[in-house]
């Protein structure tokens, strides 16, 4: 009887400056088949983006050095494209509408609870992977 090919766990990169909030989203989703990686600033994500392979960023919007916004601009001119769900509290800097036409899949709104984070990445890995294209063999 064949044996199944081993699926990875999709990799997600959380980014966020406050680190108690940053590692209970890490652990929480880690408990959902994902594989979790921490960033503290957008620097050190836009280096691990280049350096490894991930499926989705969740990005705090206020952080210092670098926003949430900022660092989803640097990601998208890397890899086009790429899933990315911002979470913010009030923000004068970007509107939800803002975020979309800068191509950010998801603008979520402070306090966000686990099960709706869950639900979102879930709606938008599921977006990408029907976004994948596959040519046909002849």
């Keep these: 009887m064949p044996i199944a090919p ?3 766990l999709p990799a997600i990169l959380v980014v966020d400056d406050d680190s108690t909030l940053r590692q209970l989203i890490a ?3 880690s408990s959902c088949d994902y ?3 921490e960033a503290e600033s957008g620097t050190d994500a836009i280096q691990m983006i280049l350096d490894d392979a991930y499926d989705l960023v969740i990005t705090d919007m206020t952080m210092p050095g670098m926003t949430g916004a900022e660092l989803s601009r640097e990601i998208l001119k890397i890899k086009p494209g790429f ?7 009030f923000s004068e ?3 939800e509408g803002e975020a979309k036409a800068m191509g950010i899949r998801r603008f ?5 609870f686990l099960d709706t984070l869950a639900r979102e990445i879930r709606t938008v890995l599921d977006a990408s992977r029907r976004e ?7």
């Design 6 to 8: 081993a699926t990875a």
């Design 27 to 29: 652990e929480a989703l």
């Design 35 to 37: 594989h979790i990686t």
């Design 83 to 89: 899933p990315i769900i911002l979470c913010t509290g």
């Design 93 to 95: 800097i970007i509107s």
């Design 108 to 112: 979520l709104m402070k306090p966000v």
């Design 132 to 138: 994948v294209t596959v040519c046909p063999v002849s």
